[in-house]
């Protein structure tokens, strides 16, 4: 066992099978030292003037991550005496490791030797963090099923993997679900450095060469998601953390839509399970309104096409129609009143009986205005030949009519013919 060094990571390059520092483990990059450090102070060795107000530095040491191994460069700021710089690019070039950096204050009055503090850009180096070491847990999952990785990048917005070859679909929705378990389990990650050569662990989960920067517990990751499939799954694009549940907050509604669709389609479950599961999903939905849309939307699909029409006896009459019992979904009425809609729009000829509760029942109809009232009158008639126009209620609702009544008279007035 080499020297083991949480909290910590490395760059150099990522080919070959090992990652070697050349020399001892210095101070020299900082950032393989510690990942989680975003300023230091730093003497400048050698620098050159590129341009107007463009510069090239050369440090003691840095903490800025120079790129490679797909892994962007960091960006930030330098401040020397009075003047302040802009990193804008940074690479390394044998040994050395060159800042691209731009005038934003002073003179410019530097010299060798001087001091200087030096920030990296805190949450862009972070975040990359997070999709460097949700790549290492993704791409394990990958390689257990055959594939390899020809390319990608880890940051600084979003990850991109680019693989050998076409992965299907449930592979990678397979090693997305490993790879937020691993994250749950807030694993430890160390870096390991034997013989000059560096590898990162992930507790006992998985061991590779490396050379970027990640994080101490893959807790920090928060969340992965496959974002993007491209090229029939030779490309994938990812995201982590809140970047993820931005993602997912953004097309959560899209998400509901196609499931539900899809569950619509298939001809073989039955209109109880669909329901059911739109119990489910009612149960567990915050009731923003636009989910009470897209729940009365699939609830009139359902409605319409797999609920077989019946007799329905309403007061004295009879008519065609759909009888459904919702009782277990316990509509609010911002779910009503879209359903309500829906249902009219739905169809001329049909009337809709939609047992609310174990008291109440709405019944939408689109008729003319005529109709409407003689229908209202008729149970009211109803009521009064029951005895119960005091204990019960019609009112309107939107598009329709709601009655209440004690549970067990609401079958007098409203009922299946069976
Ligand atoms: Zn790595």
């Known amino acids: 066992m080499g020297e083991v060094r949480p909290n910590l990571c490395n760059q150099l390059n990522s080919s070959g099978s090992r990652v070697f520092i050349k020399g001892s483990f210095s101070e020299k990059y900082f950032y393989l030292i510690d990942d989680y450090a975003r300023e230091i102070d730093a003497t ?3 620098f050159e003037k590129t341009g107007e107000n463009e510069y090239i530095f050369v440090f003691d040491r840095t903490i800025f991550y120079p790129g490679g191994g797909h892994q962007p460069y960091d960006t930030g700021k330098l401040t020397i005496e009075n003047n302040e710089f802009i990193v804008f690019k940074v690479e390394r070039k044998g040994d050395e490791i060159y800042h ?5 204050k002073g003179d410019a009055q530097i010299d060798k030797g ?46 991109l993997i680019i693989f050998s070859e076409e992965l299907p679909i449930d592979i990678l929705l397979e090693a997305e679900n490993k790879t937020n378990e691993i994250i749950g389990r807030n694993l430890p990650v160390f870096r390991i450095i034997k ?22 517990a893959t807790g920090e990751i928060g969340f992965f998601k496959i974002t993007k499939i491209e090229r029939r799954g030779k490309t994938i694009r990812f ?51 636009t989910e009470a849309e897209i729940l009365s939307d699939i609830l009139t699909k359902v409605i319409t096409s797999k609920v077989p029409e019946t007799g329905l006896i309403i007061g004295e009459a009879t008519y065609n129609g759909v009888f459904l019992d919702l009782s277990d979904l316990n509509l609010s009425p911002k779910y009503l009143k879209n359903l ?14 939609i047992k609310l509760s174990k008291e109440s029942v709405a019944i939408f109809l689109k008729r003319s205005k005529k109709f409407f009232k003689a229908f209202k009158n008729e149970l009211i008639k109803t009521l009064k030949n029951l005895s119960i126009e005091k204990e019960a209620k019609i009112s309107s609702i939107e598009g329709g009519i709601l009655i209440i009544a004690p549970k067990e008279k609401i079958e007098k007035i409203v009922k299946k013919r069976e």
């Open 239 to 289: 995201n982590v953390g809140e970047k993820a549940l931005n993602y997912l907050a953004k097309h959560y509604n899209d998400f509901m839509k196609f499931g539900l669709d899809t569950l619509m389609l298939r001809q073989e479950i039955s209109p109880n399970t669909i329901i059911s599961k739109l119990v489910e999903i009612a149960t567990n939905l915050q009731k923003s309104q």
């Open 114 to 159: 001087q001091r200087v503090n030096m920030r990296i850009n805190w949450e862009k180096r972070y975040h990359m963090m997070k999709l460097h070491t949700a790549e290492h847990i993704f791409m394990k999952f990958i390689r257990e099923r055959g594939y390899e990785l020809e390319g990608g990048s880890w940051g600084p917005d979003e990850g």
């Open 100 to 104: 691209y950096a731009r005038v934003m």
């Open 44 to 46: 400048i060795l050698s």
């Open 195 to 216: 013989n000059g050569y560096i590898t990162i662990k992930i507790a006992d989960f998985d061991e590779r060469p490396c050379g970027g920067n990640h994080v101490s």
């Open 340 to 353: 309500g809609r829906r249902l009219q729009e739905a169809s001329m000829d049909k009337i809709y009986a």
